[in-house]
């Protein structure tokens, strides 16, 4: 089974991703902040993981550029989830490592597809 990492502050919002990627068949670490996101990520390797950028602590983009500096996490297919739009943010995201970047508000169902999508591309 795939392994999915949810790191996100906003505990509806971590709630709701978990809930419609296990209906998808993955299973599901949530997490609530960006230091357990890379704790859960370099003790239990997910497949993909999809991170909030502002979170307390380290932010999603802090998380990403850590996980992609490690070889043992590197290969962690990541999903930046958040409210910053701007054109720079998404820059951002992307320059870190991120594998593809989700703006809220989303549509859960278009992330799960996204999700997929991004691990079929990798698996081909």
């Known amino acids: 089974m795939t392994v999915v990492l949810v790191a996100d502050d906003d505990a509806d919002i971590r709630?709701?991703?978990?809930?419609?990627?296990?209906q998808a068949?993955?299973?599901v670490i949530p997490v609530e902040d960006g230091h357990a996101a890379l704790e859960q990520a370099q003790?239990?390797?997910?497949?993909?993981?999809?991170?909030?950028v502002s979170m307390p602590g380290l932010s999603g983009i802090d998380v990403c550029r850590t996980?992609?500096?490690?070889?043992?996490?590197?290969?962690?297919?990541?999903?930046?989830?958040?409210a910053r739009v701007q054109e720079q943010d998404v820059?951002?995201?992307f320059s870190a490592g991120a594998d593809d970047y989700v703006t809220k508000p989303f549509s859960p169902r278009e992330l799960v597809s996204r999700t997929q999508?991004?691990?079929?591309?990798?698996r081909a």
């Open 15 to 22: 709630d709701l991703v978990a809930f419609k990627l296990e």
């Open 25 to 27: 068949g993955f299973e």
């Open 43 to 52: 003790a239990r390797k997910p497949t993909l993981a999809v991170l909030d």
């Open 67 to 82: 996980l992609r500096a490690d070889p043992a996490t590197a290969g962690i297919l990541i999903i930046m989830l958040t």
């Open 91 to 93: 820059e951002g995201g």
């Open 117 to 122: 999508t991004l691990l079929s591309r990798t």
